[in-house]
């Protein structure tokens, strides 16, 4: 089964640090890769693609993609208290199927 | 970027009575609907998914014949809880998909049933 990996947390970190989110999945064939936040009784918003290895950069966003260790993080650096959210990790399969991951909650403390 | 309207943000209900929620892609043709339910603290849970003209595909577990969906357009996709009960309460959340685009959700609909 395919399945997308995240550690459910919660993470917690101090305003102004970076904030390192990790992802495992498991079709080695999976192409395109997506980060998302989810606050609390909100739906989830897209806030990073990547689709190739390396890093991408967007502000204070880093998404990092690892595909021979099937492998994909998210830092945000300079955390704010309005990170604070769940982010979800999505990994498309092929078709039309994305998986998601479980999510992970993220605190930023003032 | 793309736009996923979804309508209504919210409806508390009898029991017994049926909702229908729908979910609009507004500025591009979605190929592929996806329809999930979320608990409080809990992970998205996909409960189907739908291709405009065809029948929805429903994951296991999800009673087709109580959550109807029907996905007249490329641009239109509605699910009706038929026989609403307490127990149907939850957040649901529709996304839109075409090909090369990541799913794009909509803001969801907070469904509480007396």
């Known amino acids: 089964q395919k399945e997308v990996e995240q550690n459910s947390g919660p993470l917690s970190v101090p305003e102004g640090a970076i904030a390192s989110l990790n992802c495992t999945y498991s079709d080695r064939g999976s192409q395109s890769f997506f980060w998302y936040r989810q606050y609390s009784g909100k739906s989830p918003e897209l806030i990073m693609s990547i689709y190739s290895n390396g890093d991408k950069e967007d502000g204070r966003f880093t998404a990092q993609l690892n595909k021979a260790s099937q492998y994909v993080s998210l830092l945000i650096r300079d955390s704010q208290p309005s990170d604070s959210a769940t982010y979800l990790c999505?990994?498309?399969?092929?078709?039309?199927?994305?998986?998601f991951g479980a999510g992970t909650r993220l605190f930023v403390k003032a | 970027g793309a736009v996923v309207s979804q309508h209504p943000s919210r409806v508390i209900c009898k029991s017994g009575t049926s909702v229908k929620i729908e979910c609009r892609s507004l500025d591009f043709q979605a190929t592929t609907m996806f329809w999930y339910r979320q608990f409080p603290k809990k992970s998205l849970m996909l409960m189907a998914t739908?291709?405009?003209?065809?029948?929805?595909?429903?994951e296991q577990g999800v009673e087709k014949d109580k959550f109807l969906i029907n996905h007249a357009s490329l641009t239109l996709s509605t699910l009706t809880v038929t026989s609403a009960h307490p127990e149907d309460s939850s957040f649901y959340i529709c996304?839109?998909?075409?090909?090369?685009?990541?799913?794009?959700f909509g803001d969801g609909t907070r469904l509480s049933i007396l």
């Open positions: 999505a990994v498309h399969t092929g078709g039309f199927k994305t998986i």
């Open positions: 739908s291709n405009e003209g065809s029948k929805a595909t429903y």
């Open positions: 996304s839109a998909w075409t090909q090369d685009q990541p799913q794009h």
